[in-house]
């Protein structure tokens, strides 16, 4: 019925899959991204200022480059830490449970920890001071109130999930356990003609499962804001931290083996491998920095740095432009246009990369012969990879904003709005300081996937468009392995170096550019 | 009063991206899988085969990332690419059969066997790689436990030790399924089942998994395990005494190439010995046989002893049973 090679009770089985994993990931990140949130930014956990830049780190790393971690880590016959797995290592649903929470967990922690950052502290030391232990607290007031970036935050988990293809690819398909994504790919890879509208098909099936949760969602938030709920931002109180007591040393030494476990792990993973003269090779002896030289001086990496670079900042910074005044005229505005565009972009954002590059070919080739027809010549690989991590990625700011401008109340505003205030004075004065955290972390979470993409950059890549992503794959493609473990630990420690940069500096003076 | 003035950074900085490359000159379009490095030594000399006033253009990916893109060029109207050389046969069929590649019979082609020329002349084949099994020369420490054919591979003693690139994804393990089913039938495959055989990823992910032991034994490319061997891997090749597999890899010229006299020069040129030289240099096989074998590799001559047999009628007859065998290889092996 879907593609020929494929059985419909194998395509359902995907599906199965493919929903299983998405749910529980969104869980998992759900739960653990708020209660490290909460811990950053409520309580007096030990080095919270660290640890709470730190954490979003994770989302630095593309998942696929996680995976080649983890198979380094829990590879069943040599894996350095594959006693803690179950007999099969890494592979299987827990390993893509796993790896794909590492990711996706910033999606809740980032947008709860804005939340947190946002919500004026008063209402909860009121209730505190009224005797109420932290659970309560939280139950009650925090809790409430930060239902919508919560919920939020888990629907781009399920969908970041639900389209992921790297992960499964690496973690899954070795094990024959397929998902949606999975199938798509096998399909376009040989299928021939017949296989692009098998894929095609299979992508239909996966976006009707991406909007039903989405429109799940939306009602679930629907319902929170017509029982009210707004809180307004407040920048002058500074929250009083929750002691944790004898809970202190416990949690606080918790929180850092579980960054350890998240990110240092697989970057002394990444960094080993890449010593390794060849993969799986292990005594300190052979190590060598052959790897790195290679890398270093491969032609297309310096291309691939500019070009990376100069992609993710443009593109990351013109969609979450685009989305800070989308979601002003859909949120504020009350804007229905607005409001139906912030839902469209939720389509390429749970679409698989390998279709929507598909149709960027599709769109690339009538664009040069309508060209072609001016005597024009057009082959600027880079404008299709620019559309294609803009469409791809702006969901996310668009929808982060989205709920950051409803959990304000619009009391500020109107007060302006009576004083008389234009609307970019009103943007400039008052939301923006206001979304500063939230504005910055959409742009994190928009530039760091586009600086590593890989899926799409492949197939719209062309001469002098190369990228991160497209050296990786040559890498492992016709490479080997520590080389590019090698280029990946480049990659890694690049992310890490500017997460720790940004950490010691507060949003706002990054916004305002102090 | 920082922000307009990043602002208006970025929108140029967006202008300057979206600026769209002009130049007069004539372009020829090469959608290649050879290595990039084997690209580079071709670059300067194919240039300048060519005249002056055009500009030769690579876009370098893995076979299937260039059927992608250039069955998604026709259906959306007219592929850019002049020339294809990938290495899945059965696509090129394919594309011949929708009339989609533009007859040339080349005099400069006339060194290459018939049996991997098309009759009409469609595509040609332009370099041989095969398939071999490999093993990892520190985990096996007596030979005689290697396996020598790929019947050995059903034996249970390789269960759990066997990987191999994915049919789904990779052309050339296709190739290697369709032969080896023929061969040996169905009945094979479930054998390398029951060995628990992994079936994932491209050739390069079959080395990795050499490599680190995962499954030290592979099916896969020789000329990837010449690479690896190359810089210092244990990854050996065996050339199984039931046949290895060749995998057409063919040069074709498309029917929509906007230069079609530039593109058959450019055709042309894959033939010289110049062109052969770089191939083999590239660890694969050419198909003129004068031409050298590439270093560690089995001489062609010895090769093509045990070399499966490969015809115009095999290919049609794989071609017309491809959707069968992909999906019995999924019941069988992916299930």
């Known amino acids: ?514 | 009063m920082r922000k307009p003035t990043t602002l208006l950074l970025l929108v140029i900085a967006a202008g300057i991206l979206s600026l769209p490359s002009c130049s007069g000159k004539k372009k020829i379009w090469i959608y290649t899988s050879i290595y990039k490095e084997v690209i580079e030594t071709m670059r300067e000399p194919l240039q300048k085969a060519m005249p002056p006033d055009v500009e030769v253009m690579w876009f370098q990916s893995g076979s299937e990332n260039i059927a992608s893109k250039v069955n998604a060029e026709l259906a959306a109207g007219a592929a850019r690419a002049d020339l294809i050389l990938t290495s899945d046969p059965f696509w090129y069929h394919e594309l011949k059969d929708q009339g989609r590649l533009l007859p040339y019979k080349s005099d400069a082609a006339k060194d290459i066997p018939a049996i991997y020329v098309d009759p009409d002349g469609a595509y040609a084949g332009v370099r041989l790689p095969v398939m071999v099994i490999g093993y990892n020369s520190r985990y096996f420490t007596n030979d005689s436990e290697l396996p020598k054919s790929w019947k050995d591979l059903a034996d249970p003693r390789f269960k759990r030790l066997i990987s191999m690139p994915n049919p789904l994804e990779s052309g050339s393990s296709f190739t290697a399924v369709a032969l080896l089913q023929k061969q040996y039938g169905w009945d094979y495959f479930e054998k390398l089942r029951a060995n628990d055989v992994i079936a994932a990823g491209g050739n390069s992910s079959v080395v990795t998994r050499m490599e680190t032991r995962e499954r030290p034994v592979g099916i896969l490319l020789l000329e990837n395990v010449l690479k690896a061997w190359d810089k210092g891997s244990p990854v050996r090749p065996i050339y199984p005494s039931d046949g290895t597999i060749p995998v057409l890899s063919p040069i074709a010229i498309l029917r929509d190439s906007r230069n079609p006299e530039l593109a058959r020069k450019a055709y042309d040129w894959f033939f010289t010995d110049e062109a052969q030289r770089a191939i083999v240099r590239g660890s694969m096989y050419s198909l003129v046989e004068t031409a050298p074998s590439p270093d560690h590799a089995l001489p062609y001559a010895e090769l093509k002893k045990t070399m499966m047999p490969w015809s115009a009628e095999i290919l049609e007859r794989m071609f017309a049973e491809r959707g069968a065998i992909k999906s019995k290889f999924s019941e069988t092996v992916l299930r």
Not at chain 1, 176 to 182: E, K
Not at chain 1, 195 to 211: E, R, T, W
Not at chain 1, 257 to 281: D, K, M, R, T
Not at chain 1, 504 to 512: P, V
Request: proline share 5%; charged share 10%; glycine share 10%.
């Open chain 1, 1 to 514: 019925m879907f593609a020929d090679g494929i059985s419909n009770a194998a395509v359902f089985e995907a599906l199965a899959r493919s929903l299983s994993l998405s749910l529980a990931v969104a869980l998992i990140s759900g739960v653990a991204g708020c209660l490290v949130a909460w811990l950053v930014t409520r309580s007096d956990i030990g080095g919270s200022r660290a640890l709470a830049g730190l954490f979003s780190m994770p989302y630095a790393i593309p998942a696929y480059l996680l995976g080649m971690a983890w198979i380094v880590l829990g590879n069943p016959a040599v894996g350095a830490i594959k006693e803690l797995f179950p007999e099969g290592g890494i592979y299987g649903f827990h390993g893509m449970v796993l790896v794909e929470s590492t990711v996706a967990f910033a999606f809740p922690y980032l947008e709860l920890k804005a939340g947190f950052e946002r919500m004026d502290p008063s209402l909860e030391e009121a209730a505190r001071m009224s005797g109420a232990r932290p659970w309560r607290v939280f139950r009650d007031v925090s809790f409430p109130l930060l239902w919508p970036p919560l919920v939020n935050g888990m629907c781009l988990s399920f969908l970041y999930t639900l389209s992921s293809f790297g992960v499964p690819a690496m973690l899954g398909m070795p094990v024959r356990q397929f998902v949606l994504t999975t199938l798509i790919y096998s399909q376009f890879k040989l299928g021939g003609m017949a296989g692009i509208g098998a894929g095609f098909k299979l992508s239909l099936l996966l976006l009707a499962m991406a909007m039903l949760v989405l429109a799940l969602s939306n009602r679930l938030v629907g319902l929170q804001r017509r029982r009210g709920g707004a809180i307004m931002g407040s920048r002058v109180s500074r929250p009083g931290l929750v002691r944790l007591g004898g809970a202190r040393l416990p949690v606080t030494a918790a929180a850092w083996i579980a960054f350890a476990a998240a990110v240092a792990l697989p970057w002394g993973a990444l960094a080993f491998s890449a010593l390794a003269p060849v993969a799986g090779s292990c005594s300190p002896s052979d190590w060598t920095l052959r790897n790195m030289e290679y890398v270093l001086n491969l032609p297309e990496f310096r291309e691939a740095l500019v070009n990376s670079l100069a992609l993710s900042i443009s593109v990351a910074s013109l969609v979450v432009g685009a989305g800070f005044l989308l979601a002003f005229a859909a949120v504020r505005r009350g804007s229905r246009a607005a409001a139906w565009l912030i839902e469209a972009v939720g389509v390429p954002f749970s679409t698989p990369g390998t279709v929507i590059a598909i149709l960027l070919i599709f769109a690339a080739t009538w664009t040069a012969a309508a060209l072609g027809r001016l005597g024009l010549s057009f082959d600027s690989p880079l404008v299709w990879l620019a559309l294609a991590y803009g469409l791809k990625y702006c969901a996310v700011s668009a929808r982060m904003l989205a709920a950051a401008y409803r959990q304000v109340h619009p009391s500020l505003e109107e007060a302006a709005v009576v004083s008389g205030a234009t609307t970019f004075i009103l943007l400039r004065t008052i939301w923006l300081p206001l979304l500063s955290r939230t504005v910055l972390a959409a742009w994190f979470l928009t530039a760091l996937p586009m600086f590593t993409e890989l899926t799409m950059s492949v197939l719209l890549t062309g001469p002098g468009g190369a990228t991160m992503g497209t050296v990786l794959f040559q890498l492992q493609e016709y490479a080997d392995q520590p080389s590019a473990a090698a280029l990946a630990w480049i990659l890694l420690s690049a992310a890490l170096a500017g997460a720790f940069f940004m950490r010691g500096r507060k949003a706002e003076e990054i916004l305002e550019g102090r």
